[in-house]
């Protein structure tokens, strides 16, 4: 690994562990217990600005965020901090709009469209291999692989149609809208998600150029719109696109507040930690999505359980509620087997009880009372 972006202050950062406690000395000299990162922030706000911007290059540069990682580690050869740091103060700088950032991009296109894919046919999906056609990457946490919105697409859909995804989150979603020939338009909250959707769409648009296989048709490109998708229709009508438009509305919403994608915005999912105040707020989602769809449109709603304080909170179940009692009707609920949660290794011990959550809802519900 080259060593010209690691930071040459590290050299003289150690760390300590004593019997219940890490100490790191940072290179000013002072210790400080456990992180080093409010310090650096508090004493060397420059410096950690600096290693910050360091990191946004190294990602647009193809580094994983654990290779970042131990690129920044001390100069005794001890690990820093975790990669979720480095992702919090990248997702931080972007959203008070002081960086701009761009996901590592894909160096070719191994196929534009999945080999051998077909339509799920029962109510139990499995995807132990998330698809990587195109230039669909796993890169941004909490979304969802291609396989879904491809199934719901090509399922409930005809080309031309108007699809709408209601969380962006790293575009997959109009990535498929535009490999499938449908009118696109994503929303999201967060900075980060927009532009790392407008990085995903410009790289396969760049990548098609120059591939005589695929032609990409410039009037399907899809449109990546930052709103909140609570005022979803008035989004889109100040876009040009009416109510009663859409024949596919995508949601994937945050998991309460699991995977935290805005650091302070008051509209924002995924800073709800409240299962009721959550479910109130997919009410209002579930009344946006209404009049966003035609008569007789569906919605898909990917959404899994949680838990608080060692419990389950049935949040799937409980979103499912929000969403009829606003008057959809449930065409399917798919049991999405999860597969690789970096975070279910939190949750319990290995010589706990508690069953370790493998599965996400797929909630597949029409538009068959329109709104107006």
Not at 20 to 27: P, Q
Not at 63 to 78: E, N, T, V
Not at 88 to 113: D, N, S
């Amino acid at each position: 690994m080259s060593d010209q972006y690691r930071p040459d202050d590290l050299e003289n950062v150690t760390i300590a562990y004593t019997k219940d406690k890490r100490i790191v000395t940072c290179f000013c000299g002072q210790e400080v217990s456990r992180s080093i990162v409010p310090h650096l922030k508090a004493k060397h706000s420059a410096k950690w600005q600096e290693w910050t911007e360091t990191f946004v290059e190294l990602r647009a540069l193809g580094y994983p965020w654990k290779r970042i990682m131990r690129l920044f580690k001390a100069g005794d050869g001890k690990l820093l901090f975790s990669w979720t740091v480095i992702e919090r103060a990248v997702r931080q700088e972007v959203e008070t709009g002081k960086l701009l950032y761009v996901p590592p991009p894909k160096q070719a296109v191994v196929r534009w469209q999945p080999e051998d894919f077909a339509l799920e046919t029962t109510t139990v999906w499995d995807f132990p291999n998330r698809g990587d056609w195109a230039v669909h990457s796993g890169d941004y946490r909490g979304n969802w692989p291609p396989q879904i919105p491809r199934n719901l697409i090509e399922r409930y859909t005809q080309e031309g149609d108007l699809v709408v995804e209601a969380c962006v989150g790293g575009g997959t979603t109009l990535l498929e809208t535009w490999l499938l020939r449908r009118q696109g338009v994503g929303l999201d909250i967060s900075k980060l998600a927009i532009q790392t959707t407008n990085a995903k769409l410009n790289e396969m648009e760049r990548l098609a150029r120059e591939d005589d296989s695929i032609s990409l048709d410039p009037d399907y490109r899809p449109k990546v719109i930052e709103g909140n998708v609570l005022e979803l229709t008035t989004v889109l009508r100040a876009h040009d696109i009416g109510t009663g438009q859409a024949k596919l509305v995508c949601i994937h919403p945050p998991y309460l507040d699991a995977l935290k994608y805005t650091t302070n915005n008051s509209s924002d999912l995924a800073l709800i930690s409240d299962p009721d105040v959550f479910c109130e707020r997919m009410r209002i989602l579930a009344r946006e999505a209404r009049q966003a769809l035609s008569a007789d449109g569906i919605c898909g709603v990917l959404i899994g359980d949680v838990r608080k304080s060692g419990k389950t909170v049935p949040l799937g179940l409980k979103t499912l509620e929000a969403f009829l009692a606003e008057g959809f009707a449930l065409e399917s609920i798919v049991v999405k087997m999860q597969h690789k949660d970096r975070s279910s290794e939190f949750y319990v011990r290995r010589s706990s009880n508690t069953l370790l959550l493998a599965h996400e809802y797929l909630f597949i519900l029409r538009n068959v009372q329109p709104w107006w």
